[in-house]
C-alpha cells in the first residue's frame, strides 16, 4: 500500500471551494486520505500551482478515425518524433500523434483523463485497442448514434423507452461512455452523398427531423441515468451563417436533469458563424454566449482554433467533403454501416487568412462572454482547432488581455471589423482556468462520483503540479510563464503514482477505462428482442454475436452502472 | 517468342496455401496459361512444358491454355515457380513489377521441378521429421 | 461432436465471421459457410510438432526454451534485423514485434509492401473516400471491381457485400445492382460482369484519365480508342458511375503491381472524389491477408507509419522503397531476419529469397513452409482463429476479435513473442 505525501502545495480545488490555499495533500493506494504517517515518498510544492488532473472532455486521440489521420499523414508523422528513452517508448505525429505521443504529451501538461470525442460502436473495439497503449490516462468514449438505423426507426415509431434500450445495448456492447450525436441526420444522409442544413429539414427515408433526433436522445439518455448528458456536434458546422441553426437548437433543449447539464454542446467555435457566404463571414459569438447565459441547462466547450499546420477528423463526413472542396487538399471519407460516418483533411490556419483570423478569435470570445466558466470547457476539439499541446497558450491568451491584443496585430487587417474580441477586457483568474480545464469538466461529464477532478479525501489521486508561483506571477504580464507553466507540469501524479516529471514519463502507467451499463427492464433488453436481432443481422455485415467488445479489451476498467427507468 | 508475365492468385493456389510443399500447390503454380494463338504460334500443344527466361532467371512450367488472356500476355499462379523471373527491382515502390515483366518463351523438354526441388536448388533444406 | 457457430474465417481480407465449425476428439472435422480456400485452412493437417534448430545443414528438434534463446541470440547479434509477415498473425502479436523492433534498432515490415504498399503511398498523396462492406451491401447499385479477381482471391466477397448480396436500399439487389469489371484478362469475375471493360497491360491510368476527362465534360479530347478500350465503351461506363445512386469500387494489385503502381491508385481516388460532385462513391482496396489491415493499424498507432518502419535512428523512419523488405533484401543490407506468419520463399523474388537463405532466419509459423526449408530456426505456435485468438481488421477497417474453437499446447504468437520480447529486455538489462 503506497504511501504519497505532497507538502505545501497551493492548492486551487474549485470543486471543493478551494482558492489558492497551501495545503499538504496526501495519498494511500491511489486515493486521497486525510493523513499518512511515514509516508513511501515526499513531494515538496513549495510555491507551485497545484491542481487535480486536467481532464479533457473533448479530444480524438483514438480509434479508427485518428488512426487513419496517422496513416494517411506520414508528413505529420515526421513532424515530431522521440525515440525510446527510459519507460517512453518511441512516439511520431504532430496533430495526430501515435497513441504514447498522446499519452505522453498530455502527461507532461497535466492532463490525467481523456474523452475521446467520437467512437462510432462498429469500430469500438479498435478505440479500445489504443486506449490500451495510452498509458498515462483514464480514457472514456463517446458513442456515436447520430445515424444509427435502429435508433432513428424508434424515433420515427415515437417510441422512446425503445430508443433508450437501444442505447442502452449498444453503449454496454461498445463499451462506450456517452451519447454523442454529431450531425444528426446528416451523418445518414451522406450515405447517398447528401446532408441536411439544419434541425429542421427532413432527413432521408427517415420520417423525422435532426431536431426530434436531438430531443428524443436527451429524453432517452436521462432515461438511463447516464452520468453524462447527450453531447451533440450541431448540425451545419463549419458553414457561414450557421449561427442561427445554433441558436434554434439551443432554444429547443428542455431543462430535465437537476445534476447537471441537459447537454453539453461541443466545439461551439465552429458552429457561431454570421454571414451569407465567405465574404461576409463574422463573428457571431456574442449571441451564443447570450444563448449560453440564458440557458443554465447547457453546457459548451469552445473549439478554440489557433494557427499553423492541424488535421480536421471528424463524424461529419458531409462536412469534411465541404472542407475538402475548399481546400483541395487530401480527403478521407469513411462511412460506418447503419450508424454514422467520417471525414479527414489536413488543414492549416493563417493569421493572415480573414475567416481563419475570425474563427481564432470567436473562440477566446465565446470563453470570455459566457459569464459561468462551468458552462464554458476550453478545448480545441483536439486536433480539429489545434493539437492539444496549444492549450497552454490558449490558457495565456484568456488570462492576458495585452497578449491577445499583441496577437491581434499580427492578423489579417480586416479581422477587427468582424470580431467583438478587442473590446472584450475580462481577463479570466487562476480560478476561472482552473475550472475550465478540469473541475467543469468533472461535473459535466458526471465524474464527480467517480471521485474526479478534486483533491479531498476520498478522490482519485490525479493531480498535477506546476512550477508556477501564483503569488508572484501576474498572467496577465507574464503569459510567457502562463504557456511554459502549463506546458511541463513539475509532476503529473495518476493514482497516487508519479507517471511524469517535468515532461520525463517514470512509469508505463497503467490507466482504466471507464464505460457505463444501464440495467433495463427485460421488456428493452435488445439481446432478447427478436426484431433487433434479426434487423442487425440481415443489415450488418457482421454478426450480432461478434459484435460486442468483451472486457479482455479494457484490462483495468470501471463498469459504471446504471439503474435506468425503462 | 516475348511475352508479358502476370502473376496472381487463383483459387487453387489459396486453398493449398497451408500445403505450399504439397502435391497440389506444385502442380498449380508451375502452370503457365497462354492464350490458344500464342500455344499455335509457339508450336507447342496444351500440357507440354515450356521454358521462361528472362535477365533474372528462368523457369520450366506447363503451357494450358486461356481464351481470357489477351495474346502476348501469359499468366502464372503466385508461387516459386514464377518468382525465378521477378526481379526485386521495385522503382523505389518497395512493390517489385510482380504483374508485368518481359520474358522470353520457348518449348522445352526439360521438366518442371518441385518447390522442394527449386528450394534444394536454392540450398534449402526439408524437415523430415514431421 | 460439437458444433460452433459465428466463427471467424482467417485467411482472406473479407474475414467472413459466419462460420460454422464441427469439432471431433479436438479436431476440426468439418465446416460450414466458408470458402474452399477458408475449408482448407480451417482443416489444415501437418503442423510442426516441435521448435527445430539447423545445425550444420540438418534440422534437429529442440524445445521452446532453447528456441526463445536462439532466436534472441540471432537476433541481437545483428546489426540490421529485419521483422517481416504479421499480416497472418492477430493484432496483439503485432503490437509486441513493435515493441521489440523499437529495442532492437531493426527494421519492421509487414506484407503491406507486397501487396497494397502502393495504395497506401497513394492515399498518403491524395486520401481515400472509403466506407465499411456494409454499406456497400446496403447502398450500392454500382460495383466496380478492378484489377481485382474476387472469385479466385475473395470467394466470398461478392456473395456477402456486393452481387449476390441482399441490401436494405434494393429491393432486388442482383437485378438491380450493376456490375463493371475492369481487368487485362478475361476473369472468373469478368465472365460475370454487365460490363467487362478489358484494357491493355499498363494501360490503367490512361483510362482512369479517360474517364476523369469525361465525367468533367472533355470527352471531345478522347481519342477513339485508350489502352484497347472503345471511346464508346468509355463514355457508357462514365455515364452509369455518374448516374448510380451508390457507387463502390474496389481495386486489387492489378493496380498497384502493374506499371504507374501507386500513381494507378492516385487516378483511381482522383476519379472517386470527382465522382462525389456528381453523387456518392466509395473506394476499397481488395485486401489480401485476413489481418494486413490490422498489422497497417497497429503499426500507425504504435509508430505512425503503416508498413516499413526503420528504428535504426531511434526514431521511427518511413521511406518504403528503402526500408521496405524487398529491397533491403535485395541490397543485401539486412542481416538477420525474423519471419512471422508469412512465406516469403514462395511469395519473394528469387534474389531476395537467396538472401533470406544468406543471414541467420527465425521463423514462427504453425507449419513447415517454404521459408522453412531455408530458416535457421522454426517455433511453431497456435493458429489464430482455431487454437488461438485475437483481433483482426476487416479489409475495410472493422476490428473483428477473431475466436478460437479449441484449446491446444501449443504457444500463441503473443505468447512466444512476448517470451522472446522478455528475454531481450533482459539480456539488454532494461
Known sequence: MKTLLIKNAFVIDPIQHISGETMDIAVRNGKIVDDVKNPDEVIDAQGMLTLPGGIDSHTHICGTKVNFGRYMSPEDMRAGRTSRKGDMHATAGYS????????????????????????????????????????????????????????????????????????????????????????????????????????????????????????????????????????????????????????????????????????????????????SSWNDFCSKAEDIARSVNDKPHIVIDTGQVMFGKTTTMTADGPMEFNLYRLYHNKWSNHDIEMETGSGIIPVVYRKKNLVNAIMWAIGLELALLVDDPWRCILATDNPNGAPFVKYPEVMALLMSKE???????????????????????????WDEI??????????????????????????????????????????????????????????????????????TCTLEGNHSTYWVKPHVSPAYDMSKDAAFIDGFNRYYSIRRANYPVGEEYLGRNVCMETEASI | ?????????????????????????????SRCYIHPLDLLELGIEEGENIMVTNVTGEVVLVALADEGLPKGMVFVPYGIHCNSVISPCTHGTGMPDYKIHEVEIAPTSEDRKTPTELLEQLGGVRYAGN | MQEIKDMICPFCGCLCDDITLEIEAGKIVSTDNCCTIGNAKFLGKNRLKNPIKKIDGTWTDITYEEAVDTAVEMLL?????????????????????????????GVIDNTTSVCHGPSILAIQEVGHPGCTLGQVKNRADLIIYWGCNPIEAHPRHMSRYTTYADGYFLDNAFRNRKVIVVDVRETETAKVADEFIRIKPGGD????????????????????????????????????????????????????????KYKNVRNAIEFVDDLNRHTKFTLTPMRGHWNVYGANEVMAWMTGYPYAVDFCRGVAFYNPGETT??????????????????????????????????IPLVVIDPFET???????LQIPVAVTGIDAEGTAYRMDGIPIKVKKAMDSDYPSDTEILTRIYNKMLEVKGL
Open chain 3, 325 to 358: 523488405a524487398i529491397d533491403i533484401l535485395a541490397r543485401k543490407e539486412c542481416d538477420a531476419c525474423m519471419i512471422v506468419a508469412s512465406d516469403p520463399a514462395a511469395h519473394f523474388p528469387r534474389a531476395c529469397v537467396e538472401q533470406l537463405r544468406d
Open chain 1, 96 to 275: 495526430v500523434p501515435t497513441t504514447y505521443g498522446n499519452s505522453y504529451r498530455y502527461s507532461r501538461m497535466g492532463y490525467t483523463t481523456l474523452l475521446e470525442g467520437a467512437m462510432a460502436p462498429m469500430e469500438a473495439r479498435h478505440t479500445h485497442e489504443e486506449f490500451r497503449y495510452t498509458p498515462m490516462q483514464d480514457c472514456l468514449a463517446n458513442t456515436l448514434f447520430d445515424g444509427n438505423w435502429f435508433a432513428l426507426q424508434a424515433i420515427q415509431d415515437g417510441d422512446t423507452k425503445r430508443l433508450a434500450g437501444i442505447l442502452a445495448w449498444y453503449l454496454s456492447a461498445a463499451k462506450g461512455f456517452g451519447v454523442k450525436l454529431t450531425n444528426p441526420g446528416g451523418t445518414e444522409a451522406w450515405g447517398f452523398g447528401k446532408d441536411v442544413s439544419c434541425i429542421n429539414d427532413p432527413i432521408p427515408n427517415f420520417d423525422i427531423t435532426p431536431l426530434e433526433i436531438i430531443v428524443k436522445m436527451i429524453e432517452a439518455n436521462e432515461m438511463l441515468n447516464l452520468p453524462h448528458s447527450v453531447h451533440l456536434h450541431c448540425n451545419n458546422l463549419g458553414k457561414p451563417g450557421n449561427y442561427m441553426c445554433t441558436l434554434d437548437t439551443y432554444d429547443a433543449i428542455p431543462d430535465i436533469n437537476d445534476k447537471r447539464q441537459s447537454l453539453y454542446s461541443t466545439h461551439v467555435q465552429f458552429h457561431s458563424y454570421g454571414g
Open chain 3, 370 to 376: 517454404m521459408t522453412t526449408t531455408i530458416a535457421d
Open chain 1, 403 to 429: 497578449y491577445r491584443d499583441k496577437e491581434f496585430e499580427t492578423l489579417h487587417k480586416s479581422t477587427g471589423r468582424r470580431v467583438a474580441l478587442p473590446a472584450i477586457e475580462r481577463e479570466l483568474t
Open chain 1, 434 to 503: 482552473a475550472v475550465m480545464t478540469r473541475s467543469a469538466q468533472a461535473r459535466a461529464l458526471g465524474l464527480i462520483d467517480y471521485g474526479k477532478g478534486y483533491l479531498s479525501e476520498g478522490a482519485e489521486a490525479d493531480i498535477a503540479i506546476y512550477p508556477i508561483d501564483v503569488d508572484s506571477t501576474d498572467p496577465a504580464r507574464d503569459y510567457e510563464r502562463i504557456i511554459n507553466g502549463f506546458s511541463t507540469t513539475e509532476y503529473t501524479i495518476k493514482r497516487g503514482e508519479v507517471v511524469c516529471r517535468r515532461g
Open chain 3, 77 to 105: 547479434d545483428a546489426d540490421r534485423p529485419l521483422l517481416f509477415g504479421w499480416s497472418g498473425t492477430h493484432g496483439e502479436a503485432q503490437c509486441v514485434g513493435v515493441h521489440m523492433n523499437e529495442i532492437l534498432g
Open chain 2, 1 to 29: 517468342m516475348k511475352f508479358i508475365l502476370n502473376t496472381g492468385r487463383t483459387i487453387r493456389q489459396g486453398k493449398f496455401t497451408e500445403n505450399k510443399l504439397g502435391q497440389g500447390y506444385a502442380e498449380e503454380t
Open chain 3, 205 to 260: 491510368y490512361a483510362v482512369l484519365s479517360s474517364l476523369r476527362a469525361i465525367l468533367r465534360g472533355k470527352s471531345d479530347m478522347i481519342p477513339d480508342s485508350v489502352a484497347g478500350v472503345s471511346k464508346t465503351q468509355l463514355m457508357q461506363v462514365a455515364d452509369m458511375c455518374k448516374t448510380c445512386s451508390f457507387g463502390a469500387l474496389f481495386f486489387g494489385v492489378g493496380l498497384t503491381m502493374a506499371k504507374g
